[in-house]
T-cell receptor, first 113, second 111 residues
Framework: DTAVSQTPKYLVTQMGNDKSIKCEQNLGHDTMYWYKQDSKKFLKIMFSYNNKELIINETVPNRFSPKSPDKAHLNLHINSLELGDSAVYFC????????????FGQGTRLTVV | DAKTTQPTSMDCAEGRAANLPCNHSTISGNEYVYWYRQIHSQGPQYIIHGLKNNETNEMASLIITEDRKSSTLILPHATLRDTAVYYCIVPDGGSQGNLIFGKGTKLSVKP
């Protein structure tokens, strides 16, 4: 079983549309994350979320919103998509606390045309 | 900004040990050093982490200097499948999921 799974793997959409990327983890972790990897291959954290707290990277536009229906899922909703949103988005999970590792999904390649 | 500095790229012959250095001179006493790698088009993969002592697992060894200001990731017998970008990370605020990725080291394993 895949520990952290994302769907879809590829997403092509037009500017102005609203789209969602889904993420599920079966590791029993209490914290999940979204990362963005741009065309220059830099990986940047967008959000971290657990039952108690949502931490937002202040550089992320408010068109991006994470939604967590339960502890095992953290979906990423994007409104009014722009060309610059084209990137690979990675979901990750970990157990909050020091000395434990994060597990990443395989990524969703979003292309806005 | 990342708290670590790494060489941009390194080459290694297949079957030889790959030694990847990392400087983290501002690390605090209770902060861990983590290593991840990203093979082309895949999600980052956890390799190993350590606090003070040297660590070894099935993938690699991590050597941390006594002053903790630098470390070395060792892949004992590199294979072509180890070609990837390797990231040395000191998580921001100690939370291991809030990973600040730098540019990493592009390791090329050659036949």
């Amino acid at each position: 079983d895949t520990a952290v799974s994302q769907t879809p793997k590829y997403l092509v959409t037009q500017m102005g549309n609203d789209k969602s990327i889904k993420c599920e983890q079966n590791l029993g972790h209490d914290t999940m994350y979204w990362y963005k990897q741009d065309s220059k291959k830099f990986l940047k954290i967008m959000f971290s979320y657990n039952n108690k707290e949502l931490i937002i990277n202040e550089t992320v536009p408010n068109r991006f919103s994470p939604k967590s229906p339960d502890k095992a899922h953290l979906n990423l909703h994007i409104n009014s998509l722009e060309l610059g949103d084209s990137a690979v988005y990675f979901c990750a999970s970990s157990q909050l606390g020091r000395g434990t590792e994060a597990f990443f999904g395989q990524g969703t390649r979003l292309t806005v045309v | 900004d990342a708290k670590t500095t790494q060489p941009t790229s390194m080459d290694c012959a297949e079957g030889r040990a790959a030694n990847l250095p990392c400087n983290h001179s501002t690390i605090s006493g209770n902060e861990y050093v983590y290593w991840y790698r990203q093979i082309h088009s895949q999600g980052p993969q956890y390799i190993i982490h350590g606090l003070k002592n040297n660590e070894t697992n099935e993938m690699a060894s991590l050597i941390i200097t006594e002053d903790r200001k630098s470390s070395t990731l060792i892949l004992p017998h590199a294979t072509l499948r180890d070609t990837a970008v390797y990231y040395c990370i000191v998580p921001d605020g100690g939370s291991q999921g809030n990973l600040i990725f730098g540019k990493g080291t592009k390791l090329s394993v050659k036949p």
